[in-house]
Structures are given as C-alpha cells and as structure tokens.
C-alpha cells in the first residue's frame, strides 16, 4: 500500500507543489487548507505522515502539532517553517516534530525528508513488534495444574528474597522459563538475566566463562573478559544443568556462593559482586552426591529453595493451553494464517504422556503447522514420537517405513544415544566421539528429545 501523506498549508501554491512531486513518487496525497482542516482529515483517513506548516491562519501548525502528538503520538509529523526562523523550528522539534523543513525548499530535499521520517517510523515499529514477541515469548503459560500452581506461587514468593533458587525437573518441563520468570518477578527485574549452560562448554571455557579471566591468563587471553557473575551484577545469574559441572569449578562456585566473591582466571584480587543464583538440573543431584560425583556442601548452598517442576504427564490439563499458545504463536512466526486444533487432534494430544515434556509439545505443534496447509490441525496431523513412531527399532506400523524426517530423526537419535553410551554419559567426550562443537551437541539433544 502507498503511504498516505496529509499536507496543511494555507498557500495554495505550496500544496500543489508538495502534491505533485509526491505523487511523482508513488505518494497518497491528502490536503487540508488549514489546522482545523487537518485535523479532521487526520481523524477521518488515518494518514501515515504530516506535513503541517507553522504559521496557518486559525490555528497555527505548533497547536496542530501538539493534538496530532496527543491523537497519535506515533505519526511523523514534519514542521514547514519560513526562512530565518529558527527559533520556531526549535520550538517544533521540542514539541515532538520529527523533522522540519525551511521554505522555500526543493522537491528533492523534500522527499528525502519524507522518506527518512517514514524508515524511522517503520524501524521503530519493527522494534516495537520484536520487543513484544520477545516478551510474549518468555510468559509463562497461566496452569490449570493445582502442583504447578505450587511451584508457581512458591517461586514468586522467594523471587522477592536473594535466596539461592535450585530447580529440579526433567528436560523441557520448562525450568529455564520459570528461572527467567522468577528474575522478572523480583526487585532486580531491571537488571540482567544472565544464562550459562554448565555442560554446552569445556571445563576450562566454562569457568573463563563464568569468572572471567584476567589478560594473559592462557594462551589466547588476549585482554580481560568479564564473567557471566560480573556481567549479571546487581541481576540473576542462571546455571542450568548445574549437575553436569565439573569438581573443580564446583569448588569455585561453592566459594563463590559462601562468599559471594570469586578470582577471575589468573587473576590474584577477589572479585565481589551481588548476583542472585537459579540453577536448575534434569539430574538427581542426591544420587549424584552420593555417588561423589557432585560435593555435598554444594548441593546443600544451592538447595535453599528447592523446587521440582512436575513432567507434562502429572499434569495434562495444562496441555489444552499450551498447545493453543504454540500454535498462535507458530502460525506468526512462520506467516500462516490462524489455525485451530480440532477437538480429535486435542484428544490425542492431552492423552498422550509427553516423554520430551512441553518441548516436545511445542517441537509436535512447529512440525505440525509448517506441514499442513489448511486452517484445522487433524489427529493426522499431529504426530507422536512414542504413539505414532516405533522408537528405537526405527520401524513404523504395518508399512515398516517412516516420513522422510522422522526417519532421519531417529538415526540421529541413534547415533548420539551410542555416542554418549559409549562416552559413560559425558557430552563433551561425546560430541569429541562425533566431531561435533559441544554447544551443537546440545542443542541437538534438546530438538531431538533426548535426555
Ligand atoms: N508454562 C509454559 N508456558 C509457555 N511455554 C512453556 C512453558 N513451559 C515450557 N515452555 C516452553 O517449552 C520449552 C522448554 O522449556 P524450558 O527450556 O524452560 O525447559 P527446561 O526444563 O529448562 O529444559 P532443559 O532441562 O532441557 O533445559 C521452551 O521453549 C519454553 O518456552
């Protein structure tokens, strides 16, 4: 659609000049022979820019301008004023123009005025609408689930203490949203989230991760690199997988958490910083600790509110929404129109036990609405990893052969789930065994539900 520009000016050799070489270049043109004027035709046809000239018989373009930024406060609105008055252009800007433009002026730079204001208008919507995708992204679905509601209700009970938050739940039961929702519930929700994903990386580059180093520290420490601790100052600093973190940098953390002060790599002055701690773990940490593989004194620092977060099959009432919210959400990201869940295809999903937990339920909804193309998803539609696909085996019902993707899928499941056997569990051996980064590994073992 071309943009509509509205122009206000009493001379009406001004408005065919600005008519014509607007419409030269593709321009809707609406004219309005003073304020009064304008702003009805701002009312009646919604225009997407302003040209309003400061000095109108009536009412003058400052008092237009001042109801325009008040009707619409998000209409570029440009202010023509006479040459040598400048103080008047000041006068405009402060009230919230756009640009300005002194007469007499050429269409040229007419139009690059024009333009420039439209692409600032157009970029501050498009960070506008990527901010609330963002935000929507990272809410927590309301649950019609009385244990999560729990969880729910404890959490934002401690987000308003500095208590050290550890939650516990299988992969995809949603810990890493309900640690960005505690951050947003608490007083330091100005300040920064900061994940760190304690098994995507080398001991080594995770404890330069967390810590920082100092310059020269190692080779390749080629300046000081401030810490996830030090970056997250004053806000939340967000371990996951917590359980998979080496005994040495477990020592650290515990000194840390006891002291709330740490040394960079290489470096000899202790670091003190204010840094609320939520670690979460799909491990059992009690076993762990008993099977000395994580310090007992740790896990008592970090246990101070403790909270399991219930798997999707303790807690399928909540599937109806969360499908609905995926699906909303899908369709928009992937430019679809609106599509429904029919109540066939809802059954089958809220009587299915989600082993990959709401991950999967959101992984079932994406494939779902990138294959269909009509506006109701069918129980067809919605396939199941441990209902409608023989797992391991790799074989599928009478006809013994898998989609395309799905059968990819599970060869790739194969192979990691080989890898990480024969590396005893250990990701980073496993992903060496693979020649994968172990960054990719992980999200690997996140698309593909395998935990
Ligand atoms: N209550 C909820 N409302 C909306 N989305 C949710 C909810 N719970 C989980 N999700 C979504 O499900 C996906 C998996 O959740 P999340 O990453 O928080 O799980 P996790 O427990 O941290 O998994 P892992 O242990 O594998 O890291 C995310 O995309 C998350 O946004």
């Not at 000239?53 to 440009?78: T, Y």
Request: glycine share 6%.
């Amino acid at each position: 659609m071309k943009p509509l520009v509205l122009v206000a000016d009493d001379d009406p050799a001004v408005l065919s000049a600005l008519r014509l070489g607007l419409q030269t270049k593709g321009y809707e043109v609406l004219s309005a022979a003073d304020g009064p004027a304008a702003l009805e035709a701002l009312d009646r046809q919604s225009p997407d820019l302003a040209f309003v000239d400061i000095e109108m018989p009536g009412l003058n373009g400052i008092e237009v301008l001042r109801r325009m930024r008040k009707d619409r406060p998000a209409l570029p609105v440009i202010i023509m004023t006479a040459h040598g008055t400048v103080a008047r252009a000041v006068e405009a800007m402060k009230e919230g123009a756009t640009d300005f433009l002194t007469k007499p002026f050429d269409i040229d730079q007419m139009l690059v005025v024009v333009e420039r204001a439209l692409r600032q208008e157009d970029l501050r919507r498009e960070a506008e609408t990527l901010r609330s995708e963002v935000d929507g992204r990272y809410d927590m679905a309301a649950t019609s689930s009385p244990v999560m509601q729990r969880v729910i209700d404890t959490l934002k009970k401690a987000a308003q203490s500095d208590a050290t938050v550890l939650l516990l739940g299988e992969s995809g039961v949603g810990k890493d949203l309900l640690a960005r929702s505690l951050h947003a519930w608490s007083p330091r929700r100005e300040k920064l989230f900061v994940p760190v994903n304690c098994v995507a990386l080398s001991e080594e580059l995770l404890e330069s991760e967390l810590f920082g180093h100092e310059k020269g520290a190692f080779t390749g420490a080629h300046s000081q690199k401030l810490g996830k601790l030090e970056v997250a100052s004053g806000g939340t600093v967000f371990l996951d997988e917590i359980g998979d973190m080496k005994p040495a940098l477990q020592a650290k953390l515990l000194r840390f958490l006891q002291n709330r002060e740490f040394d960079r790599v290489g470096g000899t002055r202790a670091v003190k910083v204010d840094v609320r701690v939520v670690a979460a773990t799909n491990r059992d940490l009690q076993q762990a600790v008993k099977a000395g593989t994580f310090r007992a004194d740790l896990f008592f620092r970090l246990n101070v509110v403790s909270l399991t977060v219930p798997p999707l099959r303790d807690r399928l009432e909540d599937v109806p929404q969360l499908a609905e919210i995926f699906l909303r959400r899908c369709c928009r990201d992937m430019k679809k129109p609106a599509m429904r869940l029919s109540e066939a295809a809802m059954k089958k999903l809220t009587g299915y036990p989600w082993p990959g937990n709401v991950r999967e339920l959101e992984n079932t909804i994406e494939r779902a609405v990138v294959l269909k193309s009509g506006s109701t998803l069918e129980p067809e539609d919605v396939l199941l990893q441990a209902a409608d696909l023989v797992g391991e085996a790799g074989e599928a019902g009478a006809e013994g052969l898998l989609p395309y993707h799905e059968s990819v899928d599970q060869h790739r499941r194969r192979i990691i789930r080989r890898a990480l056997d024969r590396s005893g569990g250990s990701r980073v051996r496993a992903a060496q065994l693979l020649g994968l980064q172990p960054t990719y590994l992980s999200r690997l073992l996140k698309q593909l539900n395998i935990s």
